[in-house]
């Protein structure tokens, strides 16, 4: 590819001289050790580390054009000066792989929670009615059947860019977190359906404020392309204010929720038979959730109503649904032999625990244990909220170890007792090792206890404890294997 095309439509600092814009490019790279003879290096400013100073070593390697935020003078090839090169990475990724989100219905669902479940469960529709899909996500991402390993839910542009083009299912559905937004991971991609599931307390540490977080959200939506439609959940109150913008500015929108105005309009939920009472089209008809819990509910009619949108038959969907079989991580349960229940649940976020904690009450639970903790640099002002929502939920919680990060064992664990002690110790215990803490209630349940355990799901543990597991799920099967 020709310089010039591989710039198009970029915002440059700097004006391209002829020779320059007739360079071959054979790649593009914002790492220099993966550059390559005749490849484009794009230095990015990172969080840890600078790419402006590896530079030099990326012209050595082979690199025939260097892009920048940096004025930067006297290299062997031509340095091209930009205004963000995080932006310039996405539109380049864009034009080198030629407009791959064009070539494909793209589906962005984003949301603080329920993005994950919807969009397995989206690929369980779709795909029981003769539709391939990639998935880009959380857990892992999904390209031509393959699993890949992921190290964040929203990849960046370019490793983005290079799964769409080797992508050859029909349909791109990809979880898009508020960091991908809000540094120029999407930078370059279209979406035909963009989701939003909901907005809560969240990510507050990064984003400042929830009026931020939302504007951050709100950029997906501008990616939509022309013809593309909105899917909302109008029971949130995020979701409402939204709407408002996306009518504003004259955008399709498929609205979700329980109003007879909506779209998808939700007459009844039965939490205790999973069951949905819909309208559409002035036709009422009964969804059965193959999942529990009221949120799960509503990432069932998020998933259903887009998959009506893209044209699958009513009664086609209602005979998939029932099939589904979960996501690893999210509200997986393992039934005791002694009558208890565990469940093991991603959930981190007040809403989120809400969410699970009510679930196993509506389910029959006689006797809530509730196990969780707090990732070390993350957001703090959250933690109180969780734990009240634990006493108040729970009959008995124990506060325990999730990744600590840079953070000491020994300050999170004061951290843990202060949180506990506002609570006078009534239900709350802590215990610091994770494994332990899992050990203790399943050794202590009974008939009828159901053990919540939130905040990993199907995230592998960052640090060791005595027990020899990696995940929350193995830990359980450890203990059960030996009771």
């Not at 949130?236 to 105005?261: C, M, P, T």
């Amino acid at each position: 590819m020709k310089t010039s095309q591989l710039l198009h439509e970029l915002d440059l600092v700097t004006r391209l001289d002829s020779r320059t814009l007739e360079l071959d490019i054979q790649g593009i790279a914002d790492n220099s050790k993966v550059v390559e003879e005749g490849f484009a290096f794009i230095a990015i400013e990172g969080f840890e580390s600078d790419g402006h100073l590896y530079i030099e070593q990326a012209v050595e390697k082979g690199a025939v054009i260097v892009i920048g935020e940096q004025a930067i003078t006297g290299l062997s090839v031509p340095y091209l000066q930009v205004a963000n090169s995080r932006k310039t990475l996405g539109r380049m990724a864009r034009n080198f792989y030629g407009h791959p989100s064009n070539q494909k219905v793209m589906i962005g669902i984003t949301g603080t929670n329920g993005k994950t479940t919807t969009s397995y469960m989206l690929q369980h529709f779709l795909e029981s009615n003769g539709i391939s899909c990639s998935v880009i996500g959380t857990i892992q991402n999904i390209i031509n059947g393959k699993k890949i390993k992921t190290a964040n839910t929203t990849p960046n542009s370019l490793a983005l860019h290079q799964l769409l083009s080797i992508s050859e299912d029909d349909v791109i559905i990809m979880e898009v977190s508020s960091h991908g937004l809000a540094q120029y991971r999407l930078e370059g991609i279209e979406f035909d359906y963009g989701l939003f599931t909901n907005l809560h307390h969240e990510h507050l540490d990064y984003h400042g404020s929830m009026e931020e977080y939302f504007q951050t959200k709100l950029l997906m939506f501008n990616q939509l392309k022309e013809r593309g439609t909105a899917v909302v959940n109008g029971d949130n109150a995020w979701g409402r204010k939204l709407l408002e913008i996306l009518r504003r500015d004259g955008k399709s929108v498929y609205v979700i929720g329980k109003s007879a105005d909506y779209s998808l309009s939700v007459v009844q939920f039965n939490s205790l038979t999973n069951s949905i009472i819909v309208k559409e089209q002035n036709e009422t008809y009964q969804i059965n959730s193959a999942i529990d819990g009221i949120h799960n509910m509503y990432n069932t009619i998020m998933a259903y109503g887009t998959s009506r949108l893209l044209g699958i038959p009513k009664e086609k969907l209602l005979n998939s649904i029932p099939l589904f079989q979960g996501v690893e991580g999210r509200f997986e349960i393992t039934r005791l032999a002694n009558g208890s229940i565990v469940v093991v649940d991603y959930a981190h976020t007040p809403d989120a625990i809400s969410y699970c904690l009510k679930t196993a009450k509506l389910q029959g639970a006689q006797r809530i244990i509730h196990i969780f903790g707090f990732r070390g640099d993350r957001d703090p002002s959250k933690r109180s909220a969780m734990v009240s929502l634990a006493a108040e939920l729970s009959d008995q919680y124990i506060l325990t170890l999730d990744d600590l990060n840079t953070v000491s064992q020994s300050t999170m664990v004061k951290a843990l007792n202060q949180l506990n002690e506002g609570y006078g110790n009534l239900k709350g215990n802590i215990i610091p090792d994770r494994t332990l803490a899992i050990q203790k209630a399943i050794d202590e349940s009974r008939e009828g206890d159901w053990i919540v355990i939130t905040g990993k799901g199907h995230e592998k543990y960052q640090q060791s404890y005595q027990l020899p597991t990696t995940t929350d799920r193995e830990t359980v099967d450890l203990v059960i294997e030996f009771e």
